[in-house]
């Protein structure tokens, strides 16, 4: 933090000094344009031609001895931002620790081996976070995610396993997609020119978004865990089971659509409407427990348990969602 001395021309105008250093880092020279945008009790200065700066990050493969940690940090490391990862030894790279590092690119949207050395892998993101919408991308993992959660159900009702693979699969798929949505988020908190070109707003709005990608993430993962505990069961349910659960799942969905619209429309009443529809989810969801528990075998009863479990939990992140939306009205 620097702190300067306001002065004024004889005018009257205020003049401000920027430290060098900082000068120099964002490269402003005499007679560049800046451009000054008032936030909240704060003042942006930005450079015109300012664009995202790359961002490279190294990790030691050597330091990871497990295929789970080492994909997990080249995840983080895309998410928050970096656009190159470089994997490095001291020694080699290993043939099974590559493999480990192609696995993980799979899971990331944009992301290719650019380099591939004995001892150096270097991973080059290609996306460029400007060509982004996120209120178009976020509609669309929304979508998807209750797709997956309502194909799910109906493979259940229609013992289809072959629907429950697919929708097990898609919401695969959706993980890429939600990795994406925290990294552009992430860069736009950094970036005034990224939240314009993203449709964001002022910055205020970011914190918000990056809370309801969040709560969008978990809806999407328990939609998938139901789809893969569809597959586990083994028996035709009795109809009372299955009324049960078409109608949890025809609440949370709609809890799911409208919690999303309250957080796009900063609908208060809507977002209030949700939370109300909780109480029949829990309802609901005592009820399928018990019937699990007295009319099926153990393992029967186990994946049922865990797939109301799941619809709950789904349930619980729209509430969630629109506490988000009230702090986005508020915000």
Known sequence: MEVRKLQTTA???FILTLPKDWADKLKFKKGDLVSLELEQESIIVTSTKSKPTSQTRSLAIDDFKDQKLLELCITASYVQGHDVTEVIS???ILPDQKRWVRHAVEGLIGVEIAEDYANRIVLQNLVDPSR???EKLLERFTDTSKAVFDDAIKALVKNDFRL???AFERGEEITKLYRLLM?????????KKLREDMNLGDFANVPVKIIAIRELGRMAYYSMRIAQHVGEIEVTLEENMISLIQKMTKITIEMQQQSFTALRTKDLGLASSVIDKMVSVRKLYEAAEAISMKQYDQRT???LSLIVRDIRAIAGYTVALADDAVLGIFA
């Open 11 to 13: 005018a009257g105008t």
């Open 301 to 303: 009863s186990l994946a």
């Open 90 to 92: 001291k020694d080699k």
């Open 132 to 134: 982004f919408d996120m």
């Open 164 to 166: 429950a693979e697919d």
């Open 183 to 191: 990294r552009l988020a992430l860069q736009a908190s950094r970036n």
